[in-house]
């Protein structure tokens, strides 16, 4: 059974950074493409971030050059460095497969940017 558990958010003023955190349990990170969404009320979920396996990554437009997602398979973690934030970014933020499964998504963690 897979669990996939979110830290590091909370209150950050905007210019702030944060630094999020996904551990996982089971194989999951053996083989995944690991991503971090996020969303907000009324709003659909969205795929902020993926890293590969192997390493490589992607960040959607909104995000790049401000956020950098990565992963440590050997402590089956990934994270989000979140530089630059600015208040769109409060959501909450979860991590999961990419594309996810329904049975991986966890309580998130929340990140809220605001002076």
């Not at 558990?5 to 003023?13: F, K």
């Not at 996982?24 to 907000?40: C, E, H, L, V």
């Not at 050059?65 to 994270?79: E, H, L, Q």
Request: hydrophobic residues 30%; glycine residues 12%.
């Amino acid at each position: 059974q897979v669990q996939l558990v979110e830290s590091g958010g909370g209150l950050v003023q905007p210019g702030g950074s944060l630094r999020l955190s996904c551990v996982g349990s089971g194989n999951i990170f053996r083989y995944a493409t690991m991503g971090w969404y996020r969303q907000t009320p009324g709003k659909q979920r969205e795929l902020v971030a993926a890293v590969t396996s192997a390493g490589a990554t992607t960040h959607v437009d909104s995000v790049k050059g401000r956020f950098t997602i990565s992963r440590d398979n050997a402590k089956n973690t990934v994270s989000l460095q979140m530089n630059s934030l600015k208040s769109e970014d409060t959501a909450v933020y979860y991590c999961n497969t990419s594309p996810p499964s329904v049975a991986y998504w966890g309580k998130g963690t929340l990140v809220t940017v605001s002076s």
